[in-house]
Nanobody, 124 residues
Framework: VQLQASGGGLVQAGGSLRLSCAAS????????VGWFCQVPGKEREFVAA????????YYTDSVKGRSTISRDNAKNTVYLQMNSLKPEDTAVYYC??????????????????WGQGTQVTVSS
């Protein structure tokens, strides 16, 4: 399974970005696809996730109400729409898949496939 993350960039505070995570060579049928963020010197932190076989979504408190995770089954792609961005959202964002899980995990350790990361920089 290969995950390709894209959509990062430089945006002013209050702006929006849509991150995309496209999966190749695999069609998700179960498990979760999530987004994590990481800044230098810190561990990857959970941002949002979506159950592939359903509509359940999960968000960390800091992005609730500002971000929406969604999926396009036909394109095998997961999106993270981020609005009202803040300078503290600046990080490298990674998409990841936990293909064998039946229950959500907020730990990066439980995701078995990772994309390459996309930089999000929010200027004040």
């Amino acid at each position: 399974v290969q995950l390709q993350a894209s959509g990062g960039g430089l945006v002013q505070a209050g702006g929006s970005l849509r991150l995309s995570c496209a999966a190749s060579e695999h069609t998700f049928s179960s498990g979760f696809v999530g987004w994590f963020c990481q800044v230098p010197g810190k561990e990857r932190e959970f941002v949002a996730a979506i159950r592939w076989s359903g509509l359940t979504t999960y968000y960390t408190d800091s992005v609730k109400g500002r971000s929406t995770i969604s999926r396009d089954n036909a394109k095998n792609t997961v999106y993270l729409q981020m609005n009202s961005l803040k300078p503290e959202d600046t990080a490298v964002y990674y998409c990841a898949a936990a293909t064998a899980r039946n229950f959500i995990s907020y730990s990066a350790l439980n995701y078995n496939y990772w994309g390459q990361g996309t930089q999000v920089t929010v200027s004040s």
